[in-house]
Structures are given as structure tokens and as C-alpha cells.
């Protein structure tokens, strides 16, 4: 286990090999699960402000749960999670010419039209973030869907730390990082 300033980071996070592969698993991971995506409570808000900028871009199923629902929903568990398409495909995923799933806030970001990538569980996946009273918990998510995502990693020996590196400098700072690479070139 490492801790870094008020942080706890699972082994699995320097040792596990992780790399998405859109051409096997063609964005699973938005159209699959049981729950929206987690989505913290600012971030709620800001799904809000930038729905004018996807709109075009959502599928009309999206559009049709959005009016009656909204952007986010409260899960079984109590959590604030996206909102979902007939169970499963989170509202803000659209389907590429190549039959992809992929993120219409993440295009829009992409395109320079926000600053706001995407929910930060989203966006630092397979590493989930959990906050307890003192201290936050980094741990590696397995999910079967993503069994490509760890044949590629190890192939091209894409540890999930390396994978992630924007999305980790983005949520806990270019020093955090550069602590926790050094931590993983030791072990």
C-alpha cells in the first residue's frame, strides 16, 4: 500500500497492466452496467450547464430519458450517477460510424467547447477515487468488459498509473504524480 499527501494507492494501481482497446471492446464500458457513471456533486451541475453543447450529438432515446429524468438520477446504493437508456447506456453516449461508443461531453471537450472532459469517475477509469473522512482511497476497478483493455496493457507494457497519467495529474496534481511514478520505478 502507498500513501501519498492524503492518499492511499492500491498496489494494483503501479503493477496491473491497462490500455483500452475501442477496436475489441468498441466503448463497452458506456453502454454497459447496472448504474450510470458516478458523478460527484459539482459535476452534476456542470453536466447541466454544458447539455446544450452535446444535445445535437445524443441519440433521441438519450434525449427522451434527459426530459423526464435529467442528467443524473440517484442509484439503488444512494449514489449520484448519470442517467441511463433503458437500463443500461449512459445518456451521454453516442454510437461512432465504426459502431464505437463513445462520450459526447468528451468530444465537446475535445473540440475546445468546454473545459470539462468528462465525470471524473469516467475519465480516471479502472481507478476508482473513494473519500472517507480523512483520507481518499485510489484502487483499480476490474471489470470483465475491459479483459481487452488488459491484453493490450500488458503487450505494450502499459501499466495502469502510465495509462492514466493525464486524467491522475488532472485530479491530484503534477506532484502527486511525479511521487507516485517514483514509488513505481522502486517496486
Known sequence: MLVIQDTIISPDVLEEYFQCDLSVCKGICCREGEAGAPVEKDEAARLEEILPLVWNDLPVQSREVIKKQGVVYTDDDGDCVTSIVN??????????????????????????????????????????VVQYKDFRAVNYHRWSVCEAAREMGKANGMKVYRFLQAPLIWKFGEEWYEELEKNASVS
Open 87 to 128: 437500463g443500461e447506456e449512459c445518456v451521454f453516449a453516442y454510437c461512432d460510424e465504426n459502431g464505437c461508443y463513445k462520450c459526447a461531453i468528451e468530444k465537446i471537450s475535445r473540440e475546445g467547447k468546454t473545459d470539462f472532459n468528462k465525470p471524473a469517475s469516467c475519465y480516471l477509469y479502472p481507478v476508482r
